[in-house]
């Protein structure tokens, strides 16, 4: 739901992108992707500020 509203160009308010958005950060921080998040931005380990969407376009969780 939230990466086909990203790619619409809509900003989903519900509860579920929320949380779809906190499942993606915490396997991204696990995979040592991002290491931290403000609003819509996610930083990497070398310190690059990216758009929390393309990073989520960029690495799409991928399960065991």
Do not use: N
């Amino acid at each position: 739901m939230f990466v086909a509203a990203c790619k619409e160009g809509r900003k989903p308010e519900s509860a579920q992108a929320k949380s779809e958005v906190a499942a993606w950060f915490e396997w991204a921080r696990r995979q040592r992707i991002v290491i931290a998040m403000s609003g819509e931005v996610v930083y990497t380990p070398d310190g690059e500020a990216v758009a929390l969407t393309e990073m989520m376009r960029r690495f799409p969780v991928q399960e065991p």
